[in-house]
């Protein structure tokens, strides 16, 4: 997905995760706006990755465009690492929906994220869309229409 896309749908699944929690949205919304943007970080034309290039390019050198920031091991190591700072307030928790929500946007993409990283298997929607394709923007307006009416 483009960043644009990741980052619509960041803001937006911090909004439904809001709502569902009822409590008042406020600037933590950027930082799931921000954490849709990490898995990214070992792309170097990513956006994240051209503002911190000293990272992107030896991610990408080691693991590889959607390798370990797309798994289930990043994850767990991005919350352990705010545990571990005593990032308890809300942004921490903006920070991973925002993460887990360019994760599940990866997901409807053809090359899909490999969850279970260092395994090989790739996980993929049934129906996907190729990145910057017509469909990818109808999919971002259909997903925020569903969060906006609460499915």
């Known amino acids: ?4 896309s990741h980052m619509i749908l960041g803001g937006a699944c911090w909004m439904a995760t809001c709502r569902a929690l009822e409590i008042p949205p406020g600037f933590e919304v950027g930082a799931a706006v921000a954490g849709s943007l990490l898995p990214d970080i070992d792309h ?3 956006k994240l990755g051209r503002a911190v290039p000293f990272l992107s390019y030896p991610l990408a050198a080691l693991f590889g465009h959607r390798g370990i920031t797309h798994s289930l091991l990043a994850i767990s190591a991005l919350v352990g690492v ?3 700072l005593g990032a308890t307030h809300l942004w921490a928790a903006a ?5 887990l929500s360019h994760l599940v946007g990866d997901f409807f993409t053809p090359s899909g994220v490999p969850l279970l990283w260092p395994m090989k298997a790739r996980f993929r929607a049934p129906l996907t869309f190729k990145t910057n394709s017509f469909l990818e923007p109808v999919t971002v307006v259909a997903v925020m229409a569903a969060i906006q009416h609460g499915y």
Do not use: D, F, N
């Open 95 to 99: 920070l991973i929906v925002g993460y």
């Open 44 to 46: 170097p034309s990513s």
């Open 82 to 84: 705010l545990i571990w």
């Open 1 to 4: 997905m483009m960043a644009s």
